[in-house]
């Protein structure tokens, strides 16, 4: 029997669904009919329930909406242990009407806000509107389609006919005076930096009758940086008093707990089983280990044959910060430099980096510069990270030469490229919170017109992930259910003393050395060129890539290189081996492996010199010997051992949980409320047999 871990169980249900209500929410179909397109019709429910609560008299503020759902809907309470207070201290704007949507990337956040926007100045309910995003190149893309969409002639009309106090909202920037009918949208850094924004002055004191729609509205909660901070205190700021707030994003996560206020969700799940956005197609299990470009490029080659006749493929990267971005990308372009036989001007036009400024900090800014290469005297790295965020814009184009983006996770908004089809997350830290992995993914979820069928996106990690980042990826995309065990705090009076060894090296005999070494005694180990190594996706199944390894020395720069050692060890030594003997002993060495006779692989080239070492070794001269014996116990805190996960498919078919009768089961948040539901669910099986 399988259980369902359902985030939905977290999601608000505004109750009130008096017929003065719905007379309001379902007076606006035929414009959210014109507006949404059948696929789309999510976003209609999406404007529905959000109207349900700004209009119903039924709840002054969020509190009250929470507070209903806290008595009624067992499944909130088993994940907020404090009760109630602590449930609602999650919420800073519990004391407006203010509530959040989850709209999963690419499915068109922007039309359920205009939606929102265009409703609300219609019907009444506010007198002007503010929309707030956390960067200029997102204010940007809303105010184009806000712009388009305020011009549509029919939904104009039906406006009209409904009797609208607003049929056309003026849509403004905030550098200008904004009046009633407007709908205004701008990026928060100008609010409160007073950078020409004429919003504080056309607002204050009219928050009441204004609605504020916040884009990206994550920020509002895990502001990275003082600047996003101030988001929060703007909206409670006493001299403007906004009452009406909705937040809208795809990412609804502070760290890898759900928002507490959504009362809407249509989450990556169900776009992806509706094929509104691309299927996600990651990486579960990597034969080769170490990072290297030649996979990364296969798949990017790959992309190119199967989707190359409808449209460029793209591949991003996603790193940790700054810095890391720009040296990321140098590795880039020096691969695709050897890889395409291309010079670093070339490289560079098909690969840029993306960043949202270029460190301030000293150690930071010079790992930049440390990397960069200026294209002329007059370059600087700001000058070309103000190029290739401007180039964002063109990359879906065919005729613009970007194929590769290398990116910092934390700058993911405002994109709006449909062609990504492989995403890179490069190290672990850009992937360890279920937010990060929500940006990441969002990046290439956005479907490009005039495919055939719903694509994929490879998410090709090149960092082996640990089981927390591997588990915290399957809940975002609510793959399939965990259950965490380990230690629990309740059976301490269990836990016994487990102990570990620490050794130190002793000498255990002297060997002397009395006659030399005739010859090195060498067995290489097995090198190729090139090996087959192998990634299995959770989609598309195993990819097969030929790995081309590159530290590897060709037959003559290897017998270069011991002649060279053997001269700096021992002249005298060297004397006895010229480079004709060097090489006849490795090539027979090799041959006695039966191996390529032409290289010699890195790990190789270490065991010939130390074949070598023996013959270093002076006569008469005693030598030490080594090893490791014990020599202290150290103790093991097995309250601090990471806990374990496991999965319901691997319970089912490979193990079995003991729990005691009435005994609570040492599991806390989400596990607990699994744990629960699975108990439910026996104990409604064993009353079915007992009836059957």
Not at 275 to 300: G, L
Request: with cysteine.
């Amino acid at each position: 029997m399988s259980l369902q871990f359902r985030i939905d169980d977290q999601v608000l249900k505004v109750g009130d669904a008096g017929e003065s209500v719905e007379a309001v929410v379902h007076k606006y179909d035929a414009f959210l009919n014109l507006l949404c397109a059948d696929r789309y019709a999510f976003q209609r429910d999406a404007v529905r329930e959000t109207l349900r609560f700004l209009v119903s008299n039924a709840y002054p503020d969020l509190e009250s909406l929470a507070r209903e759902n806290w008595n009624d809907r067992g499944a909130i309470r088993p994940r907020h242990e404090g009760g109630v207070d602590a449930y609602l201290a999650l919420m800073p704007l519990r004391d407006r009407k203010a509530v959040s949507l989850d709209l999963a990337t690419g499915t068109g956040k922007s039309f359920v806000l205009y939606a929102l926007a265009a409703i609300a100045l219609a019907e009444g309910l506010a007198d002007r509107v503010l929309v707030l995003c956390p960067s200029i190149t997102i204010e940007e893309g809303l105010l184009d389609k806000f712009t388009a969409l305020a011009g549509n002639g029919e939904m104009a009309s039906i406006m009209r006919e409904l009797g609208a106090v607003v049929s056309i909202p003026c849509i403004r920037r905030g550098d200008e005076t904004i009046r009633a009918g407007d709908i205004c949208v701008e990026n928060i850094h100008a609010v409160y930096e007073n950078t020409g924004s004429s919003i504080r002055d056309s607002l204050r004191g009219c928050g009441a009758r204004t609605l504020v729609l916040n884009d990206e509205a994550h920020h509002l909660f895990n502001a990275p940086d003082k600047a996003l901070k101030e988001w929060m205190k703007f909206l409670r700021d006493g001299d403007f008093g906004f009452r009406m707030i909705i937040n809208v994003t795809g990412t609804p996560y502070v760290a890898d707990s759900y928002f507490p206020d959504v009362v809407f969700r249509y989450g990556l799940k169900q776009a992806i089983a509706d094929k509104v956005i691309k299927k996600p197609d990651y990486k579960v299990e990597d034969t080769y280990t170490e990072h290297d470009w030649q996979k990364t490029y296969a798949i990017h080659r790959n992309n190119r044959k199967e989707y190359g006749a409808f449209l460029k493929p793209l591949t991003i990267i996603v790193t940790q910060d700054i810095a890391r971005c720009v040296e990321v990308w140098r590795e880039l372009v020096d691969f695709l430099v050897l890889k395409e036989k291309i010079t670093v001007e070339e490289a560079e036009r098909r690969a840029i980096w993306v960043a949202s400024g270029v460190p301030s900090a000293a150690d930071a800014r010079q790992r930049v510069e440390a990397v960069y290469g200026p294209r002329h005297a007059k370059d600087s790295p700001e000058k070309r990270r103000a190029e290739n965020l401007a180039a964002l814009k063109q990359v879906d184009d065919p005729a613009n030469p970007v194929e590769w983006i290398v990116s910092v996770a934390m700058l993911s908004e405002g994109w709006d490229v449909k062609n990504v089809f492989q995403i890179v997350p490069h190290e672990s830290r850009a992937f360890n919170s279920k937010l990060l992995i929500a940006q990441v993914l969002g990046r290439g979820l956005r479907i490009p017109p005039g495919l055939p069928k719903q694509p994929l996106v490879k998410v090709n990690n090149h960092e082996r992930w640990s089981p927390e980042i591997g588990n915290l990826l399957k809940e975002v995309l609510e793959v399939e259910n965990t259950l965490t065990w380990g230690y629990d705090p309740r059976r301490s009076q269990y836990v016994f003393p487990l102990h570990n060894l620490t050794y130190r090296r002793i000498q255990t005999a002297v060997e002397t050395k009395r006659e030399k070494a005739r010859e090195p005694e060498i067995v290489f180990k097995p090198q190729n060129r090139a090996t087959m190594e192998y990634s299995t996706f959770s989609e598309s199944g195993t990819l097969a890539v030929e790995i081309e390894h590159r530290d590897l020395y060709e037959l003559a720069d290897a017998v270069k290189i011991i002649r060279l050692y053997l001269r700096e060890r021992d002249p005298g030594l060297a004397a006895a081996w010229p480079m004709k003997r060097i090489r006849a002993l490795i090539v027979q060495s090799l041959r006695d492996g039966k191996y390529d006779e032409t290289f010699l692989s890195k790990e190789n080239l270490l065991l010939l010199q130390y074949g070598f070492a023996p013959l270093f070794r002076e006569l008469g001269k005693a030598s030490p010997r080594l090893s490791q014996t014990p020599d202290d116990l150290y103790a093991i805190d097995l309250s601090k051992i990471s806990g374990q996960s496991f999965s319901e498919n691997s319970l089912r078919e490979h193990g079995a949980v003991w729990a005691a009768n009435d005994d609570p089961a040492p599991f806390s948040g989400n596990d607990a409320h699994l744990w629960e539901q699975y108990q439910r669910y026996v104990r409604q099986y064993a009353e079915f047999r007992e009836e059957a």
